[in-house]
């Protein structure tokens, strides 16, 4: 039975103590994350993940979803009653608008707890967060009326949702969409076609499941500007609000996948179906594109959540294990042979899991916290400075924090030998849920592009400069304090690469914009290295200054400090290989003809 | 239905221009390889793996093995007839001695075929995989009478074989070993334990099943220096040689894995089962070791096979799939978008497959070679020096090829988008039956302890130092034709690396142990990188040959130097990563306490 403790301790220290959480009391909803209230938060969000979401991940990985030849689908056994628990511990509404039932709290405690969600069961995790991106997309574009129709539900969990955008032939490239919407005198519409990929698509966790769906309006123009968005209900509200007669919308298959089975991923069919236009005619791609930041750092916590949990379990098996005696003579001298983690290489393939995970939380929060600013704060410059950070940084958390996730969660498997291999101790699901996260919400090669074609040349480099300007000064800072300075000279290796990186970007890529796509990859990369290890500037110092002032902290800290150093020994060293890819552009790789691969 | 292609030509090519294959007419087998027998032999082979292999991959794994209750295991659907025809085309048997009904052609022609049955149903492969394994053991270090009782049934596949070695308590570390050897009466044994993780252990594809066992004989010295190799037959051979009664051995269960699903992997139980002492008392380890070589060589195949496989679909792929437009304008024009093969991005991940497949495959088949040299050839040097070369890279190979053969199935299913993520295209397969190679055999951590630890330092460094000079002189030669000047430059800068990594281990690693286990997966990896480089480099000499010799093969070989060149620009700068993180030494890793991880 694998283990699991959410890391509620290290939310709270880079909350508090790294990125200054207090500063923001004055924030809406801020007021009521007291630190006591915070703590108390986290602890209950933490627990219940630990003791009803993980007994059913292995569980609900062997049984899957199934259904049924009238369309129907039954999740794993448990889900049912786990939701209703999760929904009834106001877990689904934590961050939502008071005003629908939503308890309004910070957006960047939501992403803690569904950090702790998703390391538990990321298969389960994925229905609640289903339902928060379609409520997402409702706050920012429904009408009054469809607001008060729809939210309260949802937020509470009675009912779910999803969000249905791919169609066989189209995934990345939107503007293909075929389903197609005809208006009826009501003011309605008759939505037809075929969804594919659809996460969470038809279950039997809530009573309804409400679809948003992405159609294109008979007469609209071709291409993604004539794409609307549609709430398609599964069952049609009554007049009372409630569920009432079953819309044309029914789930043909579920997916066979590699991962994550205990979500249903379906085929959805609409068969003139009934929908109602949210937002503008023919601007759905934009309803969709506001809350893609918050979608894809969800995804972003997937990549963490695998790595930590993943992590958890390679350690706890290290200390355990008994395999062969250390390089340097026998440790347990009471015992056949030594537990493995006095091996350096298994210590190496538990420090690249540890010195990630921190960093990559820290970046989570941070991120959740620009998220919550750009949205309530009341000054604009502020609001503005957060939603360039925010946006800048999405891509690179997506793609970044994904693959290297899953990259954790093969090496913490390669810990367990052939032990990690077999189904027994739960480390290949880790692998096999993992590995969705990469592609689903935007493939990471989208995510690189995005990152180079789209948010660095954004209002002229406005969001990287400013960036660029605050990594710059922590260097500085950091410099000449001794205790810092490995580390901040650590950085500034890395930092020096991307902003060479980033000038040859300039140089070379507006005229051949192959170049770009050559790079994108590499430089996304480097932009997480960078990312993390200026976050890893910023535990540093907050590490030094807990262990100063308190005595009785000093080991925890250390080992943070520790972590920190192999940061940037051994993993900051890939920003040179990053750069050296990057500057040989795309010559070679255009060189090569299509049917010569 | 996933495509295949067995890469026939290719491997001529890597045989005849780049590996001199001709000059070996003179070694025993050899002689029946001429150049029209070679391609016959290698069509032939080709064409089983694709029509009869490939088609049973992706049933293999869904349908997996099923082991009754009284313990008998059937092998997934087709399987049985699938391998009475490979085995009746003498497949098992190819490069097995004429004496015992082999075909005593070149193991370098039987690594080929080995390949491409991989790719095409790597589950599958295993099962003859193991019974040649268990014949190279016996050819080893049996009695003459054993050979001549066991050897013909194998070699012709009317037997099967396996490897019994790891115990639940033990994989890695063999001195703990606990299985029991009791000498009767009669000379021979009552062997008592327990085996895990027994691939092909128990199958329905082969009238009797010989294990090849380690136990400890009651007395024995404890440790690994007390450790006998046994025969114990699934049914005991009557006094003709046939098969009689059954043996107190069999299959407790089967594992449920994360991939090989059609390859039974088993616990075995042995309850006073008769076996036969193979070899000497107390040398069963080593009369393993003596057949390592071979069994490491076949699972670096098989990170091979799985990239090759994963290639030719992602490459098939990204040439018909319709999306997006290329960044420098529309190419399909008459089509809705254009396949995603015109992104630089997805070029990189093909040429990251490719630019890697065709030197790791040279890199096999110069291995094999170097095996069939150290068995076969009459001059005493020739021997050694091949002996060297081989034991030098086997753990390179095994760990690297692996290692990236995974990588490049993720990155295949990557160019898959969500379709690379369900069952139906088959690439998810790929990512779970590759993960298994780098955990095997030695996981990939023993291996580059292994390379560090034993290989590098044996007789004085004579084998590395002997590869070196090979290395050095390819490389001085290069950087006097201009047009192999550029690739020679990259490979250097790998070298040059290699070169200092090597220096600082045998300044840093004899006093501190500690040194050479931190550095030693980053060690293998700069040894992997020269290593396909150096083979690039070949490749790329004999391409610019062929094609000044023959204008119509230019197309074809310009193709290579392409892939050559991207191998230098963007795979070989890792080099100076490795070597960073090598120097950084073991400091950090072990300051670590374990109970702060």
Redesign the interface.
Known sequence: MPVYRAPVENVLFLLQDVLGFERYAHLPGFEDASPDMLSAILEEGGRICEDILLPLNMSGDREGCRRAPDGTVTAPKGFKAAYDAFAQGGWIGLAAPAEYGGQGLPYTLAAAINEFATSANMAFSLYPGLTRGAQAALIEHASEEQKALYLPKMISGEWAGTMNL?EP?????LG?IKSRAVRKADGSFTITGQK??ISAGEHDLASNIIHLVLARIEGAPAGTKGISLFIVPKYLPDGQGNAGARNGVSCGSI?????IHGNA?CVMNYDDATGWLVGEENRGLNAMFVMMNEARLGVAVQGLSMSEIAYQNA?AY??ER???RA??GAKATDK??D?I???????????EM?AFNEPARALILWAALQSDIAHRSPDADERLAADDALSLLIPVLKGVLTDVG?DNT?KA??VF??H?????WGM?QY??DA??A???EG???IQ??DLVGRKLPKDNGRAVMAWFKQVGQAIKEAEGEAELAPLASGLKGGFDHLQKATMWLMQNALAK??N???A??DYMHLFGLVALGHMWLAIAKAALARKHADASQA??M??KL??G??YM??IM??A??RY??IA?G?E???????E??
Chains 1, 2 share one sequence.
Do not use: W
């Open positions: 791919t032939h189209c995934g990345t490239d293909l594919i990929f997916e066979h996948k590699m991962g991923t350690v290290a200390r008994l395999q062969g390089l340097t056949p042979a537990p983690i006095v091996h350096p290489d298994v210590r190496r393939m538990l420090l540890r899953f093969v498997q390669q030998g052939g990690g291999y077999v189904g027994e290949e692998v096999r590995r969705i990469m592609i689903y493939a990471n090669g690189a592009l914009p192959d770009a796509g050559a994108s990859n080991a925890e250390d080992a520790i972590a150093r192999f020994e051994r060293p890939e040179g290989a050296a890819r040989t795309a070679t790789i255009m060189a090569m003809p299509a010569a691969f």
